[in-house]
């Protein structure tokens, strides 16, 4: 399970969270377990470098993008590794919505269509696509494959 | 970013990127934030403005309502021409209905996709009034982006969100909208009124087979997965699925290798894969649903499908499936796992995910014993699950190896793991013969050379630990910890005969080629080339490649990330063996301790992982004990004293009579340590110094000890095997007296081990601080009782001279004073200590007593009357009953009277047909003695209970001592649970952040103020009961989690800034409005609130009682633990001016009259300074009753 896509700026401030299977008094838990994570660890780092967590059974693989951080939080057959392919998903889908790593400001202009992105990548706790054209034909209303 | 502090993250949206780039001044930015209507409830420096806004909150909520609901209707200006101000979800909300009404219009179209759309993401939730408009807009409108929307929210407003109104996307907590609709009786508007309808036309839409409508009957579709949460919809979801698959799926569609994911083929035909990626997607977002035959088929067709995608969640969910019921997957899939099948197409399946399944599936179906006798099935599958080994992923990769390993998700298995290991060891990779490589000859043989899983394994590992990516190291550490696990299961149970681990390698290959005739001579050759690569004349064996490995895996230890170093060391704890040296192991644990980066959580978990080890292992008792020392003297301060209780109990008993003394030993070195200096650097890398260099530290370091002396008292009997019952002393000489000198001397000669424990417990009932001493004296108790002379004696001596006070005089110069309050008498133990002498006395008394008479009826020669056996018996049993009160003794053996009572004990039972086992009627509350009053937590809770006496004597003593097996104290220990719990594996909860380094970022910390304050308010609600918020059906936890989700409205953390500012000029006016002094941060936002210039002046204020309970009828008028806080600050701020509250850091004990003790966490007010002292009120009274009282001011923390 993915439980969790957290998209922080740099000072902390959560711009984007999707929880899925983290009951909701875990929520802020969660929250500033992972913002003080990315305040420890973050600074200095490059771009899409991936750094890893974890909390008893539950593994977490963040990174910085331009001006924001991501979170990606999963257990089971969600583990670094396939957390790092869905950070990857994510990130690549961010730099082309957003044409190259985000400001702030650029990735809430681009708010709505990273919400769709996020939404054709993560559903339901699972992850869905993970291929760019696919993501992109996809928050347009496109099929998947076209003909 | 300079520009966001003091805005939400609605205003960042909303605002003119052009007027954003130069900061504003921070502090003057807030303001307008905080009072639009509908954001402003939801949004962090709103969080502060609550204060003042809470009371308007009611008649806010209700205006969005009113204003959604009539907002078509309204003419109002619509919100984009206001583009600096920030929107609010009202706002959104009629801008949505007007523009669906006009949708048709460029103009609107734009206004929705680029303004109303994106800002509407922001919010949790979407109010289930929108629906009709979302509905109209998906009817009318043919822009694809805003159809997108529309799906994306129609999908938002399906999922049921249960009581709590939450949604699984995160976002600014938005109210509960259908209890919002409840309140406005006439036009509210429920999900009940619009999920059918939505429904029925995403159902519609679901099945229309319109070319031009089939992107949308795929949103659609998507869309419709998200109410699988009601039961009602379920079953015309998957009737709508299959419906589907039915169409798409049967009709058989040969995919053709090499172009399947490239684009081309016919338009139906990929029509037809849309579809069934978009069936077989939603099919997996529906519950499992073992035992029907049609969804393993449908899956099973799924594995066939040419959209990659599909083809994955069609592997999830068989490989899902087959854990439950391996015999129906296996039968299924039939022909599609041998050779040429589509499950070997996987293999080449550009998609990690899919791959993972496949091997998750392979091992589901190997270990299934269902298939035991389908060996053909099971090796289709296995040769599958080795070549994934193969696979370029690491991903997948890992799996692989954790499935040879034999790792399960649910239950781990011994034998499995073992057998595992094993197999790692033994099975060799033959290349799958298939056809495409048969054609090219000269690759052929390259290919298909088989090779060791051993080698490759270890290969593959080996590179990646030399890889940079952290997610890489941490992964291929945790797979060689699951090795490690397989390999201590494989020695467990014997198996390692077989594996030995000094032989080469290749050997076993050319077993298994011998097996495969044909193949024998060239396997030969193909070995003898492998054997030649790695080294002239260098034997493979399994010892040589693990050594290889574990090297690169201790040169990880050197990684910056703190994660992957604590994975690194759980590996090496798992992987290291009993026979091997543990020093290396050791030194780098104690060097990596003394890193601050390690988070108590970390260091839990490794100290949990010993538990597991030694769980596997016993024989690594010793071993383990002193890694776990390391533990208790490197970082006592970030460590869980109960766990490492846990585990020295579990190795002193797993240890084995030859171990016992050496495993006392490196438990109680912990005694012997110099206390810390603080600021010396020098003995970082020393496993022999104490750090703890701040007062946290240093007090869990005392408690430590406490425990460490506890511990020793109790167990010391049992490490020594020495025991009054059945001591080695003949009675006669029972009562030698001895001097001092000579008897220590006699006594440490006969059992060093007791004679070491006495001399550390002695030392520690004199110069240890107060807490230690009283615990010291309470051990050497347990200990006079338990041992025989001439320790008793020797124990009675000292604490007589203890409870005069007379040594102290001698030992005054040596230690001087530390500070602390001497008591009444000479060490201040004398009131303590009487009634241990007095038992003491008591038993000498009876003894002396019993000797005189023996000794009468000896001289006159005659028998003991029964009379005089019964009086005998009485004290018998009288001193038995003393002595129980203290610690537990084993009654049918234990002689209080010395062992020359025995006989005559037995005679008066025989005669009175008394079996000890009839006396054994001690209660739990006899036989848990006064230490375990102090450490009930890791007692037995009932005592074992002996029926007769024929028990083995080294259990009964085990029993006595308190050292039963795990099932015997598995109920009462809080440790046992977390170990129980790590052991199995459990653990997704969210974890704690230490406050102690929040304070570095300062809107973390408000943030964490915050969650406090929620959490505080929990532990006001559950103090009175005993249980804990995390049983999901107490009350307490209903409380906390209403609480936090009306609270939520108010989170904190989410979409907004730290507070723009603490206000000292914004005080005065927030005084006087609510009287929250103690909270700077909620001053100033409600000094904004009343700057600003907004519609609706917040309607009087009520009194906190009645908003709290209001909080609750109306989850819209306030929050539940900001209700809770004012109740009690109000209460707070009655006492005066000079006051303010705080709570306890650390515990403390009160060590006089006019101080008050302590609990941690505590909560407290402030009264007034002196000389480094609060004096403080407590809100209810403390254990001693007391509500007032002087507390150092270092173990309070002022809020």
Redesign the interface.
Known sequence: ML?AV?IA?????????????????????????L??LG???LQGVKNEE?????????YI?YTVLG?VSIYLVG???Y???????AIFVVTSAIKDVCGKPPT??LF??K???I??CI?EIV????????DKDRIKRL????????? | MADSSGTTLMDLISSDPTSAPPPPSTSAQAPTASHQRAASPFSKPVTATTTTDRKSKRSTLMQIQSDAVSAARAAVRIPHKHKKKPVSYAQLARSIHELAASSDQKKSQRQLVHHVFPKLAVYNSVDPSLAPSLLMLGQQCEDRTILRYVYYYLARILPDTGAQGLTPGGGIPTPNWDALADIDAVGGVTRADVVPRILDRLSTEALNSDIEFHPRRLQALKALTYASTTPEILPKLYELVFGILDKVADTPDKRKKGIFGAKGGDKESIIRSNLQYASMSALRRLPLDPGNPIFLHRAVQGVSFADPVAVRHSLEIISELATKDPYAVAMALGKLAQTGGALQDVLHLHDVLARVALARLCHSINRAKSLDERADIKSHFSSLLYQLLLDPSDRVCFEAILCVLGKSDSADRTEERAIGWYRLTREVLKAPEAPSVKDKDTKASKTRRPQLLIKLVMRRLESSFRSFSRPVLHAAARVVQEMGKSRAAAFALGLHDNINEGEDVNTFAENNETEDGKAQAEGHRRIGSISMSNGAGNKDTVASLLASLMEVVRTTIACECVYVRAMVIKALIWMQSPQETFAELESMIASELSDPAWSAALLNDILLTLHARFKATPDMAVTLLEIARVFATKVPGKIDADVLQLLWKTCLVGAGPEGKHTALEAVTIVLDLPPPQPGSMSGLTSIDRVSAFDPKSALALQRLVQAAVWFLGENANYAASEYAWESRTPPGTALMMLDADKMVAAASSRNPTLANALTRLQRCAFIGSWEVRIIAAQALTTMAIRSGEPYRIQIYEFLHALAQGGVQSQFSDMHISNGEDQGASGTGLGSLLSPMLKVLDDMYNAQDDLIKEMRNHDNAKKEWSDEELKKLYETHERLLDLVSLFCYVPRSKYLPLGPTSAKLIEIYRNRHNITSSSVMRDSAAVATGISELIYEATKPSTAPVESDNNLDDDLVNAWATGLADDGLWGNNAPAMNRVNEFLAGAGTDAPDVDDENVISRPSMSYDDMWAKTLLETAEVDDDGRSSGSSSPDSVGSVETSISSHFGGMNYPSLFSSKPSSYGGSSQPTEKASTGRHTRPSAGSSSYEGYGSPISEEPPPYSSPVHQRFESFENPLTGQGSSSFDSHEEDRSSTGGNAQSGGSALYDFTAGGDDELSLTAGEEVEIEYEVDGWFYVKKKRPGRDGKMAGLVPVLYVSQS
Do not use: M, Q
């Not at chain 1, 991936?50 to 539950?58: E, I, N, P, Y």
């Not at chain 1, 583990?79 to 392919?85: F, G, I, N, P």
């Not at chain 1, 928050?139 to 003909?147: G, Q, S």
């Open positions: 439980l957290l700026n740099s000072e902390g401030n959560i711009l984007v969270e999707r929880f899925n299977g983290v009951p909701g008094e875990e929520r802020l838990h969660w929250r500033s377990f913002v003080k305040a420890d660890n991936l750094l890893v967590a974890c909390h008893k059974s539950v693989v001006h257990k089971d057959e583990d670094e590794l396939a957390l790092s392919e702030e400001r809430l202009d708010y709505g269509r919400c769709l939404d559903w339901k706790g699972l992850l869905e696509n993970t928050i347009r209303l496109k099929p998947p494959t076209e003909f």
